[in-house]
């Protein structure tokens, strides 16, 4: 699948007139907010990004459909990739712009993380937003490449949902439900989503470096693997957490 066969769909968010238009409403503090906080990671565009980032008088934070954001999920192609013995920056393109990331490497798992990134290649972004020299950055911690492709599209679904969710604007639309909407068992569903974020806020699990293996939440929690993978999948799918180390292992995006 090349970059220019999914333009088509990225063209959805980089027009003018729809919800990519500027949405930033005023500067906020992130640890004493005036707006609305968002806790976690936020999937976003690269123009939501700069839109907010243009519109603020406070560069050093920023508030997307009135919440405050501090970190992201981006996905789009890598380019211009530049390697140091203690950094990886390279510029990420998702269709609607351009923005510059930057990994430090700290140790092993760092530098093979970022071994996988190469020009061309699809990745999934996660980081905290950095203004840098007037320009807007991503400092990540958590960069994977793309393996299935139905991850981009799905990208910009999420984004979709969360502005429609941060604006107020939620439908009837299935996409924009919360998990088990519509099921008979929405409450038990509902429930199994809850006790594991819980296992994932836990004071010991922020404090592992590469959060809990999935059979450790099954454990935990005492519920069926294919249930735990299931929440699992939908808090990873909403910015909750994050995968670390390889695809089993996962940490909370939470950072309060």
Same mark, same amino acid.
Request: with cysteine; glycine share 8%; net charge negative.
């Given at each position: 699948?090349?970059?220019?066969?999914?333009?088509?769909?990225?063209?959805?968010?980089?027009?003018?007139?729809?919800?990519?238009?500027?949405?930033?409403?005023?500067?906020?503090?992130?640890?004493?907010?005036?707006?609305?906080?968002?806790?976690?990671?936020?999937?976003?565009?690269?123009?939501?990004?700069?839109?907010?980032?243009?519109?603020?008088?406070?560069?050093?934070?920023?508030?997307?459909?009135?919440?405050?954001?501090?970190?992201?999920?981006?996905?789009?192609?890598?380019?211009?990739?530049s390697e140091k013995s203690t950094d990886v920056t390279f510029t990420l393109d998702d269709g609607t712009g351009r923005i510059n990331v930057i990994r430090w490497v700290n140790d092993t798992a760092d530098a093979n993380e970022v071994a996988l990134i190469r020009n061309g290649v699809y990745v999934t972004v996660i980081g905290t937003l950095k203004s840098?020299?007037?320009?807007?950055?991503?400092?990540?911690?958590?960069?994977?490449?793309?393996?299935?492709?139905?991850?981009?599209?799905?990208?910009?679904?999420?984004?979709?949902?969360?502005?429609?969710?941060?604006?107020?604007?939620?439908?009837?639309?299935?996409?924009?439900?919360?998990?088990?909407?519509?099921?008979?068992?929405?409450?038990?569903?509902?429930?199994?989503?809850?006790?594991?974020?819980?296992?994932?806020?836990?004071?010991?699990?922020?404090?592992?470096?590469?959060?809990? !293996? +999935? &059979?450790?939440?099954?454990?935990?929690?005492? $519920?069926?693997?294919?249930?735990? %993978?299931? #929440?699992?999948?939908? !808090? +990873? &799918?909403?910015?909750?957490?994050?995968?670390? $180390?390889?695809?089993?292992?996962? %940490?909370? #995006?939470?950072?309060?």
């Open positions: 699948m090349s970059f220019t066969q999914f333009d088509g769909g990225a063209s959805l968010f980089s027009g003018g007139g729809g919800f990519m238009s500027s949405q930033a409403t005023q500067p906020a503090d992130s640890s004493l907010s005036k707006l609305r906080t968002a806790h976690g990671v936020i999937p976003l565009t690269v123009k939501q990004i700069n839109d907010a980032y243009q519109s603020s008088d406070d560069k050093y934070s920023l508030a997307v459909d009135g919440v405050d954001v501090t970190n992201v999920r981006l996905v789009g192609l890598a380019m211009s990739k840098l020299q007037g320009k807007m950055q991503v400092s990540a911690f958590s960069i994977r490449a793309v393996v299935d492709y139905n991850e981009i599209p799905l990208h910009f679904i999420h984004c979709i949902q969360i502005h429609a969710t941060h604006s107020g604007k939620k439908n009837s639309c299935p996409l924009l439900q919360s998990p088990g909407s519509g099921s008979k068992n929405n409450n038990t569903e509902t429930d199994i989503y809850k006790l594991v974020l819980d296992v994932f806020e836990e004071p010991a699990s922020l404090a592992s470096e590469h959060g809990l !293996h +999935v &059979d450790e939440v099954v454990r935990k929690l005492g $519920i069926p693997h294919k249930k735990i %993978k299931e #929440a699992i999948e939908y !808090h +990873v &799918d909403v910015g909750h957490i994050y995968s670390t $180390i390889d695809d089993y292992h996962f %940490k909370s #995006a939470c950072t309060s």
